[in-house]
């Protein structure tokens, strides 16, 4: 039975083959015929009249008979609203309708929804990790962590303005020169949604630099394309001097910089040391620096597990075990993605000692994180990440003290 709840999704679920009307005409006789009507020939002149009428409310009427597969990524996510309107729903439900847009057209997407809203008398129910949109068109908020409710009530808007995040002159830098890693316009997008827009970073020996950044804002995303697990759609990863962007991920690892993902990814089956022995080389330069002595020497819990299969460890002692076993191939610089995630506090504890204990060794880190806190509590320097660009940039000390940046772009 229809119960008037609609639905739009984070990624737009269209007819490739079908035109812009198309697509709406076969909801609106889905809705009238049911979900057999698909297989009935042309629809009926009051269909088509109806999808007409749908498309202007959404501001699709200029594309109407535009293959669907041939649309701009935002006009895709106004199609698979209209696609929704056109079952006449009660209550409609947008799931991160902004995501992989622009700043301009994230705001004309909001424009629309703010006009559909009003015009149309619908009760809306969107996700968004947008806060500048959230403070916009919403008139309850509901924060959710892990399942559960932080926070209910009107939104208080913050202090900005829409499309006040964008990179400033007040970003500044007091490092030296010569970073290992240097990022350059690194634009990436996944298909037609975009996520990255423009980041510029640099790592330097010894660094532990942070990226922060609210979830979504592309920390991860931005991790992947340095690897080369995402292909930047343009820019420069520069690694001891030479460009690796796009290049195969071996190609990347070879040349110094290990990665450690979230999701703590370990040879299940193999014992601790085993993980270890699988990844241990020499360094570009033939160093050789870490070895089974060293590790255990600097990860005093992971000697006590070597002999154990690494699918019996906590996830606190898989999460060591993945940052030794990056140590293992002697690199010039690692990547930390999330490393505190889902821990025990004695355990974010005992991470935040290691780090602290291989800056001491000027080993080089650039770690993406969530928690602010224990973040900027071992980096040496940090760089905000807000909707895919880099809006702040400081040393870390300063950073924890910027209270108006972080209530901007960290806090909820």
Same mark, same amino acid.
């Given at each position: 039975?229809?119960?008037?709840?609609?639905?739009?999704?984070?990624?737009?679920?269209?007819?490739?083959?079908?035109?812009?009307?198309?697509?709406?005409?076969?909801?609106?006789?889905?809705?009238?015929?049911?979900?057999?009507?698909?297989?009935?020939?042309?629809?009926?002149?009051?269909?088509?009249?109806?999808?007409?009428?749908?498309?202007?409310?959404?501001?699709?009427?200029?594309?109407?008979?535009?293959?669907?597969?041939?649309?701009?990524?935002?006009?895709?996510?106004?199609?698979?609203?209209?696609?929704?309107?056109?079952?006449?729903?009660?209550?409609?439900?947008?799931?991160?309708?902004?995501?992989?847009?622009?700043?301009?057209?994230?705001?004309?997407?909001?424009?629309r929804i703010h006009a559909l809203w009003k015009?149309?008398?619908?009760?809306?129910?969107?996700?968004?990790?947008?806060?500048?949109?959230?403070?916009?068109?919403?008139?309850?908020?509901?924060?959710?962590?892990?399942?559960?409710?932080?926070?209910?009530?009107?939104?208080?808007?913050?202090?900005?303005?829409?499309?006040?995040?964008?990179?400033?002159?007040?970003?500044?830098?007091?490092?030296?020169?010569?970073?290992?890693? &240097? =990022?350059?316009? /690194?634009?990436?997008?996944?298909?037609?949604?975009? %996520?990255?827009? *423009?980041? @510029?970073?640099?790592? #330097?020996?010894?660094?532990?630099?942070?990226?922060?950044?609210?979830?979504?804002?592309?920390?991860?995303?931005?991790?992947? &394309? =340095?690897?080369? /697990?995402?292909?930047?759609?343009?820019?420069?990863? %520069?690694?001891? *001097?030479? @460009?690796?962007?796009? #290049?195969?991920?071996?190609?990347?690892?070879?040349?110094?910089?290990?990665?450690?993902?979230?999701?703590?990814?370990?040879?299940?089956?193999?014992?601790?040391?085993?993980?270890?022995?699988?990844?241990?080389?020499?360094?570009?330069?033939?160093?050789?620096?870490?070895?089974?002595?060293?590790?255990?020497?600097?990860?005093?819990?992971?000697?006590?597990?070597?002999?154990?299969?690494?699918?019996?460890?906590?996830?606190?002692?898989?999460?060591?075990?993945?940052?030794?076993?990056?140590?293992?191939?002697?690199?010039?610089?690692?990547?930390?993605?999330?490393?505190?995630?889902?821990?025990?506090?004695?355990?974010?504890?005992?991470?935040?000692?290691?780090?602290?204990?291989?800056?001491?060794?000027?080993?080089?880190?650039?770690?993406?994180?969530?928690?602010?806190?224990?973040?900027?509590?071992?980096a040496t320097s940090g760089y905000i990440l807000?909707?895919?660009?880099?809006?702040?940039?400081?040393?870390?000390?300063?950073?924890?003290?910027?209270?108006?940046?972080?209530?901007?772009?960290?806090?909820?």
């Amino acid at each position: 039975m229809w119960s008037g709840v609609a639905r739009a999704f984070q990624v737009a679920s269209l007819f490739p083959s079908f035109t812009v009307r198309q697509s709406v005409e076969a909801a609106v006789m889905s809705k009238r015929r049911g979900f057999g009507s698909l297989r009935v020939g042309f629809p009926a002149p009051a269909d088509a009249a109806k999808a007409d009428a749908v498309l202007a409310l959404i501001g699709l009427r200029a594309v109407a008979d535009t293959s669907s597969a041939t649309l701009s990524h935002g006009d895709r996510k106004l199609l698979d609203v209209a696609i929704a309107m056109a079952l006449d729903p009660k209550v409609l439900l947008l799931d991160e309708p902004t995501a992989g847009m622009g700043p301009e057209e994230r705001w004309e997407m909001v424009d629309r929804i703010h006009a559909l809203w009003k015009t149309s008398g619908l009760t809306l129910v969107f996700i968004e990790h947008d806060t500048d949109i959230v403070f916009k068109i919403s008139r309850t908020v509901r924060v959710l962590s892990y399942g559960a409710v932080l926070a209910e009530g009107p939104p208080t808007p913050s202090a900005t303005t829409p499309g006040s995040s964008r990179p400033t002159s007040a970003m500044r830098s007091t490092m030296p020169d010569d970073p290992i890693l &240097s =990022i350059r316009n /690194l634009h990436v997008s996944y298909g037609t949604s975009r %996520v990255l827009f *423009g980041v @510029d970073l640099d790592v #330097r020996q010894g660094e532990v630099v942070a990226l922060l950044g609210r979830n979504g804002a592309g920390r991860s995303t931005t991790f992947k &394309s =340095i690897m080369g /697990l995402a292909p930047p759609t343009s820019g420069t990863v %520069v690694m001891n *001097g030479k @460009d690796f962007a796009g #290049r195969p991920t071996h190609e990347i690892a070879q040349a110094g910089l290990a990665y450690v993902p979230a999701g703590r990814q370990v040879f299940p089956f193999q014992t601790v040391e085993d993980n270890l022995i699988i990844a241990q080389k020499k360094g570009p330069t033939g160093r050789s620096d870490w070895d089974l002595k060293a590790i255990y020497d600097a990860f005093p819990i992971v000697a006590k597990l070597q002999d154990r299969p690494a699918q019996l460890l906590s996830g606190g002692e898989q999460q060591l075990l993945t940052i030794a076993r990056a140590l293992m191939g002697n690199p010039d610089a690692i990547l930390l993605d999330e490393p505190s995630e889902g821990l025990a506090p004695i355990i974010v504890q005992e991470i935040g000692r290691l780090i602290r204990r291989l800056k001491e060794l000027s080993i080089t880190i650039l770690l993406a994180e969530q928690n602010m806190h224990f973040c900027l509590s071992v980096a040496t320097s940090g760089y905000i990440l807000n909707k895919g660009e880099i809006v702040h940039r400081d040393e870390a000390d300063r950073i924890r003290n910027e209270r108006d940046i972080i209530n901007e772009y960290l806090s909820v």
